[in-house]
C-alpha cells in the first residue's frame, strides 16, 4: 500500500478508513516509515474495526512505544487480528514484555507473530516472549500462539531465554505449530538443553533451525531424546540449513525410532564423502516417513555420490518412502547430465517401490532453502500464514481515502 515514503501524515487518513471499513481482512506496510505515531493511529484503528485479521508493520521504526500500542489493543479490544509482523520494527524488551502480556490475555486472538530480526531484542525480553507461548504455571490453558518467528534475534535463546524458551516449547500447554529461529545463535553450553526441550515438544509440525549454529552436539542429544518418547512426534519439516551437521549426526537422527520428518533440509552442511553412510544396511526401517531430503552443498565428490546412490538402490529399509533428494550443487554431481553411468544410476533409483527423483540442479529443490537466506528471513516470514487465512475468502485490500 503505498511507496515508501508513506509516512505517519498519511496513515491518519488511512486509519480513518480501516476503522470505519467492515470488509477490510488484510493490510501491508511494510517499510512506510511509520513511527510510533503511525503505529498508534493503528491501533486506534483496530479498536473499532473487527474484520481485519493479517497486518504486517515490518521494517518500520515502531520502537518499544509502537509495539506497546499495538500490544494494548490486542489485549483489551480487539479479538479478531490474528497474523501481525513487527520484524525489523525496533522491539526492544520492554515492547516484548508488552506482547507478551496481550498474548496472555483470553481475549487476545493472535495466533501468528513475526518478530525477526529486531537486534535490540535482549535475553531479558525474549525469556518474557517466551513465557506468553505456553501457560507454564499451574493452568492448563494452551496458548493461543501457533506460528512465531523470531529469525536473526542473536539473544533470543541466550542465557534466560534459552531456559525460558525450554520450558515453553516442552511444556503440555505450548500450542506452536511452527517456530523459526533461523541465525539465532544457540550456545554449545544450551544445545543439549534445547534439543530435548524440542524432542519433547508434542505440537510442533515444522521447526526451522538454519544457520543456528547448533552442530552434532545437538542433533544426536536430539536423536536420544526421541528415543525416550512413547510415540511419534507431530514434527513433519525439519531445516536444518547451515548448521554445521556431519553425516554421522544425521544418520543417528534417521535411526530415532520415534522420527516422524517427512522433510528434511540438510542443504550447505558437513556432510561430504561420508554420505553414503546415512544409507548403511540396517536390520530395522529407518526413517519410514521422510518423502524429501536436501543434501546440496555438503561437499559430495563424485564417489561420494555414486556410494550414495547406490546404497539407496539396494537397501530399500533405509528411507523406504523417500520421492525426492536434493544433491544440486555438489561437485560430484555437477556433470550428472553429461555423465552417462551417473545418468543411468539415477535414472535406475526410479525402479524403486516408491520411486525416487534425484535433483542435480542447484537451486531447484535447494532454492527453497537458498531463497529463505537471501533475502532470507523476510521471505520465510510470509510462508509461515495460518491455514485459517483462506484464500477462498473475499479480501478487500484497499481502502478509499477521500
Keep these: 500500500l503505498g511507496d515508501a515514503d508513506f509516512g505517519d ?12 471499513n467492515s470488509g477490510l481482512e488484510e493490510i501491508e506496510l511494510d517499510l512506510k516509515k511509520l513511527s510510533a505515531t503511525g503505529a ?4 486506534i484503528a483496530l479498536q473499532s474495526n473487527q474484520t481485519l485479521t493479517k497486518l504486517k508493520l515490518a521494517r518500520n521504526a515502531l520502537g518499544d512505544e509502537g509495539v506497546a500500542y499495538l500490544a494494548e489493543v490486542l489485549e483489551n479490544s480487539n479479538k479478531t487480528l490474528v497474523y501481525l509482523d513487527i520484524a525489523d520494527t525496533g522491539l526492544g524488551d520492554v515492547g516484548a514484555t508488552a506482547m507478551a502480556r496481550a498474548l496472555k490475555s483470553p481475549t487476545c486472538g493472535l495466533q501468528q507473530l513475526s518478530a525477526g530480526d529486531n537486534s535490540l531484542l535482549g535475553s531479558d525480553g525474549a525469556a518474557v516472549l517466551w513465557s506468553a507461548v505456553a501457560d507454564v504455571g499451574e493452568g492448563t490453558r494452551r496458548g493461543m500462539l501457533r506460528v512465531l518467528s523470531l529469525d536473526g534475534c542473536e539473544e533470543a535463546c541466550c542465557e534466560e531465554a534459552s531456559l525460558a524458551m525450554q520450558t515453553a516449547v516442552s511444556s503440555r500447554t505450548c500450542g506452536l505449530t511452527e517456530l523459526s529461529l533461523r541465525g539465532v545463535p544457540i550456545k554449545v553450553d544450551d544445545a543439549v538443553g534445547v534439543a530435548r526441550a524440542l524432542a519433547a515438544n508434542h505440537s510442533l509440525t515444522k521447526l526451522v533451525l538454519a544457520k543456528t549454529e547448533i552442530g552434532d552436539g545437538f542433533l544426536l542429544a536430539f536423536a536420544d531424546a526421541l528415543r525416550q518418547r512413547s510415540h511419534p512426534q507431530a514434527l513433519r519439516e525439519l531445516d536444518l540449513t547451515s548448521c554445521g551437521v556431519s553425516a554421522q549426526a544425521t544418520r543417528a537422527l534417521l535411526e530415532a525410532p520415534e522420527l516422524s520428518v517427512q522433510r528434511l533440509c540438510l542443504f550447505d552442511n558437513a556432510i561430504r564423502e561420508q554420505a553414503p553412510t546415512m544409507f548403511a544396511p540396517a536390520e530395522q526401517t529407518i526413517a519410514p516417513f521422510l518423502t524429501d531430503l536436501d543434501l546440496g552443498a555438503n561437499g559430495i565428490d563424485k564417489a561420494g555420490a555414486t556410494a550414495l546412490f547406490e546404497r539407496l538402490k539396494e537397501n530399500l529399509t533405509v528411507v523406504p518412502a523417500l520421492k525426492i533428494l536434493g544433491m544440486g550443487a555438489n561437485d560430484g554431481v555437477a556433470d550428472a547430465e553429461d555423465d552417462a553411468a551417473m545418468g543411468e544410476l ?10 525416487l527423483e534425484v535433483v542435480v540442479r542447484a537451486g531447484v529443490m535447494a532454492g527453497q532453502s537458498q531463497q529463505q537466506s537471501s533475502p532470507g528471513r523476510r521471505r520465510n516470514l510470509n510462508e509461515m500464514e495460518a491455514d485459517t487465512l483462506s484464500a477462498s475468502q473475499p479480501v478487500c485490500t484497499c481502502v478509499w481515502i477521500p
Design 9 to 20: 501524515e498519511r496513515l491518519v487518513l488511512l486509519g480513518k478508513g480501516i476503522a470505519q
Design 40 to 43: 498508534r493511529d493503528v491501533s
Design 346 to 355: 539415477i535414472e535406475s533409483l526410479q525402479a524403486r517401490a516408491v520411486p
